[in-house]
């Protein structure tokens, strides 16, 4: 993908298959973007809807062929970095802990208790450090242009609530979840951590809407979860999805640059290693992610 090719301030979908077959996504195609981390989920499909340019990434890849522990998220956001992507809405299936976050809810996380262990959480390393803020972790700007979105759609949409991220891929234990639930928890799901993360490290704003497919296996009037439940009620959700998508697309994308929530501004105190420290491979491998703080910017640039 060459730099002419791409816009800024676009707005990337990370989600699930489904969601990018949206009526109104015209000219869209499935790219090819070259990560320093090696290779993404999947190309990516990047289109126009309602003149913004939009980015889908399928996390799984088409077909849903790569579990939880072993997606590569690093590259996955990087090429979406790549791709000139500003914003990142990322929607994830979850389960509920709470029994008023019935089936079929929407929810617009805003916290997240990461409990994953195998993964590659972070673009830095030795050589090259860095410590970014994650007290507030999504984007509140856009969670609320989310949240105005699905009012106007009629989607039933809860803001707020903490997202409990396991490793899975086998789903909790009973005594698993009753302890998620003692901890106030919402919501449980495999795939926001450590994306979250890598996107505040990449300057990129993220928010999730959460959409509660069963009730875990903690509540007694409900059927233990099982990946054949939780098929059945994300596709009644896709439908949803799409409408929360057309609604707001336009919004965030007129959203203002750099983004008032400080997303796009992340790493402005987070380098620790001193710059004659720096190891100059580390340097360039992330010129794309860090290049704006780091003096060897590579293409595009975090806004300004």
């Known amino acids: 993908m060459s730099p002419s ?3 800024p301030s676009t707005v990337g979908i990370i989600g699930g298959t489904g969601l990018y077959e949206l009526p109104g996504f015209e000219s869209a ?19 126009d809807y309602a003149g913004h340019r939009l980015v889908f990434l399928p996390r799984h890849g088409r077909g ?10 690093r590259a996955n956001i990087e090429s979406m970095k790549r791709a000139g ?23 617009l996380v805003d916290q997240y208790i990461d409990r994953t262990f195998a993964r590659q959480k972070s673009f830095f390393g030795t050589g090259f450090v860095a410590h970014v803020s994650m007290a507030d972790p999504v984007c509140a700007t856009t969670s609320n242009t989310l949240s105005d979105a699905a009012a106007t759609a009629g989607i039933r949409a809860s803001s707020g609530g903490t997202y409990v991220v396991m490793e899975g891929p086998q789903f909790s234990s009973r005594a698993e979840s009753e302890l998620h639930r003692s901890w106030s928890a919402d919501l449980i799901g495999m795939t926001n951590m450590p994306e979250a993360k890598l996107a505040r490290e990449a300057e990129i704003c993220y928010s ?3 959409m509660v497919t069963d009730y875990d296996c903690w509540h007694d009037e409900h059927e233990a979860v099982s990946t054949a439940s939780v098929l059945d009620v994300l596709r009644e ?15 965030i994308s007129g959203l203002q640059t750099p983004c008032e929530s400080g997303c796009q501004r992340s790493l402005e105190h987070a380098i620790a290693t001193n710059p004659e420290h720096r190891d100059p491979e580390m340097v360039n491998k992330l010129s794309v992610v860090a290049g704006r703080v780091s003096g060897n910017p590579g293409w595009p640039k975090s806004a300004d």
């Open 5 to 7: 090719s791409i816009q």
């Open 29 to 47: 195609q499935w790219v090819t973007v070259e990560s320093a981390f090696g290779q993404p989920s999947d190309q990516l499909l990047v289109g």
């Open 64 to 73: 849903h062929r790569i579990p939880p522990s072993e997606i590569n998220y």
């Open 85 to 107: 992507v500003s914003r990142i809405i990322s929607f994830s299936a979850v389960g509920s802990l709470r029994e008023d976050l019935e089936p079929g809810t929407f929810v």
């Open 208 to 210: 999730t809407v959460a």
């Open 237 to 251: 959700n896709t439908d949803h999805a799409r409408r929360l998508i057309s609604a707001a697309i336009p919004a």
